[in-house]
C-alpha cells in the first residue's frame, strides 16, 4: 500500500518534472519572443498610453488652439485688422511726413541760401557795371503816322515816308507801335537799373517825330549804341524769328561805311543773346542802307525785328509782358557780358 502510494507519487512528480522540464524546453525561445511581444505590447501599449495621454493631452491644446482660432481669428483679425490699417495708417502718414519734412527742408534750405548767395554777390557789382555807357532807345513808329518824306541819307537825294504807324499783329489786333513801346521800357528798366544813361526817343504813343528826327536825338545825346525797337510782318504767316539790321556797304561816307563791320559784330553778339534768352529763331544780321534811321545815325545803331506779328505764335508772344520781358533779359546780358 505504502509501496503504491510512494509509487503514485514517484509517477505524479516525475510526471510533473517531465512536463515542467518540455515546457522550459519548448518555450524558452517563445518565451523571449513572447517577453518582445510583451514589450512590444507594453510599449505599444505605453505608446498607445502616451498617445491617449497625449491626445487628451494635444486634444485639449489643439482643440482651444482651434477654439482659439475662431477666436483668435476674430480677435485677432481685427486686431491685424486696426494693426495693419493703423500701420498702413501710419505708413502714409510716415510718408507725407517724410515728404513734408524732406520738401520744405531743402526748398527753404536751397531758396534762401540760393537767393542771398545771388543777391549780394551780384547786386554790388551790377549796380553800375553799365556806369558810363550811354544808350538810346528808339521804340519805333508811333500813333499816326507822319507820311510826308524825308531825305533817306546824309549821302543819297532819296526820299522815304517821315514815319509809319508800323504794322498790326495778324492775331491780336494789337498795333506794332504800342508793343515796341513796351519791350523798349523794359529794356530802359534793366538797363538803368545796372547804371547806363538811357535815352528815349518816345515815352508815348502820340508823337510826331521822324525818323531822322530820332536819329538825331541820339546824336546829340553822344549815345554810344542806338536801339530801335520794331516788329516785323511778312505775307508768310510760317515766318518767325529775330532780324537784326545794321548800315550796310552802299554809298554812304567813309566814316559810315567804316562802321559798318563794328556794327555789324555787335549785332551778331546781341542777336546771340536775345535768342538765348527767348528761344526764339535766330535769323539773320542784315546789312543795308534802307533805313533812315540808321543812315541819319552816327553810332552803332541797330534795329531790333524782336518777332513776327504775322506768325500766330509770335504774336502772342510779343504781346506778353514775360515774352518781352525775355527780349529785354537777353539784350541786358549782352551789355553785362561786355563787363
Ligand atoms: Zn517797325
Known amino acids: 500500500m505504502f509501496n503504491k502510494k510512494i509509487l503514485y507519487l514517484f509517477l505524479i512528480v516525475s510526471i510533473f518534472i517531465f512536463i515542467v522540464a518540455c515546457d522550459n524546453f519548448n518555450n524558452k525561445p517563445a518565451d523571449e519572443t513572447s517577453t518582445n511581444a510583451l514589450v512590444i505590447i507594453t510599449t505599444s501599449k505605453i505608446e498607445e498610453t502616451s498617445l491617449v495621454t497625449i491626445q487628451p493631452t494635444m486634444t485639449p491644446t489643439v482643440k482651444p488652439t482651434s477654439t482659439l482660432s475662431p477666436t483668435n481669428s476674430n480677435t485677432i483679425t481685427p486686431t491685424t485688422k486696426p494693426t495693419v490699417t493703423s500701420t498702413s495708417t501710419s505708413t502714409p502718414t510716415s510718408i507725407p511726413t517724410a515728404t513734408h519734412t524732406v ?72 498795333d506794332e507801335y504800342i508793343i515796341n513801346l513796351q519791350i523798349a521800357e523794359k529794356i530802359r528798366n534793366k538797363l538803368f537799373d545796372l547804371g547806363a544813361d538811357v535815352l528815349m526817343t518816345r515815352q508815348s504813343h502820340e508823337v510826331d517825330i521822324s525818323n531822322i528826327e530820332r536819329a538825331k536825338m541820339a546824336n546829340e545825346y553822344g549815345a554810344d549804341i542806338t536801339l530801335r525797337i520794331h516788329c516785323n510782318s511778312a505775307a508768310s504767316s510760317t515766318a518767325e524769328g529775330i532780324d537784326l539790321f545794321v548800315r550796310g556797304k552802299g554809298t554812304g561816307t567813309q566814316e559810315y561805311l567804316a562802321q559798318s563791320d563794328k556794327d555789324y559784330a555787335i549785332a551778331a553778339d546781341l542777336l546771340e543773346y536775345i535768342c ?38 509770335e504774336d502772342k508772344l510779343l504781346n506778353s509782358a514775360e515774352y518781352q520781358d525775355k527780349i529785354a533779359e537777353g539784350i541786358k546780358n549782352y551789355f553785362v557780358s561786355l563787363h
Open 103 to 174: 520738401m520744405p527742408t531743402v526748398t527753404q534750405t536751397a531758396m534762401p541760401t540760393a537767393t542771398p548767395t545771388l543777391k549780394p554777390t551780384k547786386t554790388p557789382v551790377d549796380q553800375d557795371i553799365l556806369s558810363g555807357l550811354k544808350i538810346c532807345i528808339d521804340p519805333g513808329h508811333q500813333i499816326k503816322g507822319n507820311y510826308n518824306k524825308e531825305q533817306c541819307a546824309p549821302w543819297s537825294d532819296a526820299l522815304k515816308t517821315k514815319c509809319t504807324s508800323g504794322t498790326t499783329g495778324n492775331f491780336t489786333g494789337v
Open 276 to 313: 538765348n534768352a527767348t528761344g526764339a529763331r535766330k535769323r539773320y544780321v542784315h546789312k543795308t542802307d534802307d533805313y533812315t534811321g540808321i543812315n541819319w545815325c552816327e553810332n552803332t545803331c541797330i534795329i531790333i525785328e524782336c518777332g513776327f506779328l504775322s506768325n500766330e505764335k
